[in-house]
T-cell receptor, first 115, second 113 residues
Framework: EADIYQTPRYLVIGTGKKITLECSQT?????MYWYQQDPGMELHLIHY???????EKGDLSSESTVSRIRTEHFPLTLESARPSHTSQYLC??????????????FGPGTRLTVL | GDSVTQMEGPVTLSEEAFLTINCTYT??????LFWYVQYPGEGLQLLLK?????DKGSNKGFEATYRKETTSFHLEKGSVQVSDSAVYFC????????????FGTGTKLQVIP
């Protein structure tokens, strides 16, 4: 079983609010990722990190920001939430194995609704 | 660039029916191939994987064979159960770089009693 946690699981918030979605993993993985999952189920990579103090933008442009101050923690922040940010956000981590065989472990997700 | 194409859903089957979900890919180099499953209200979890041509991944009665000649990795199960109802994602990862995973768009499976 993977040990990766996301809080909150569900969040309903008003437009303009600042929010932080938490993601933590206890596996000591170097790599962490944030995906946005649309209602059609498709996954879009929005941020990733190789390790502490490393963050990169993913394939889908996002107004969110991330930080990686500790190996186990990879929070995602929206400074001013808008209805277009309504989505499911999935956090994942993986251990660098030097090739293509390592597995990504996913958290349960945060379903965000912005009114 | 890399891409994964999987059959559109939803797929609706009766319990004990045979399941096939098609997946084909385009990639540079020699990717590893994965099937992930997402149960309602949960994140994705690895179902099975194969790392080289002709490898067969299997788990929980599901299996898929890495076919390099047809660039395919179709998911099969001989007898589905209601508890298999979920969304299934085919994915690939190529070596090097930051090991980006390319996911398919997902196929929703509904199994009815």
């Amino acid at each position: 079983e993977a040990d990766i946690y996301q809080t909150p699981r569900y969040l309903v918030i008003g437009t303009g609010k600042k929010i932080t979605l938490e993601c933590s993993q206890t596996m000591g993985h170097d790599k962490m990722y944030w995906y946005q999952q649309d209602p059609g189920m498709e996954l879009h990579l929005i941020h990733y990190s190789y390790g502490v103090n490393s963050t990169e933008k993913g394939d889908l442009s996002s107004e969110s920001t991330v930080s990686r101050i500790r190996t186990e923690h990879f929070p995602l922040t929206l400074e001013s939430a808008r209805p277009s940010h309504t989505s499911q956000y999935l956090c994942a981590s993986s251990e660098y194995a030097g090739d293509a065989t390592d597995t990504q472990y996913f958290g349960p997700g945060t379903r965000l609704t912005v009114l | 660039g890399d891409s994964v194409t999987q059959m559109e859903g939803p797929v609706t089957l009766s319990e004990e029916a045979f399941l096939t979900i098609n997946c084909t890919y385009t990639a540079t180099g020699y990717p590893s191939l994965f099937w992930y499953v997402q149960y309602p209200g949960e994140g994705l979890q690895l179902l099975l994987k194969a790392t080289k041509a002709d490898d067969k991944g299997s788990n929980k009665g599901f299996e898929a064979t890495y076919r390099k000649e047809t660039t395919s990795f179709h998911l099969e199960k001989g007898s589905v159960q209601v508890s298999d109802s979920a969304v299934y994602f085919c994915a690939l990862k190529t070596p090097g770089g930051y090991q980006k995973v390319t996911f398919g768009t997902g196929t929703k499976l509904q199994v009815i009693p």
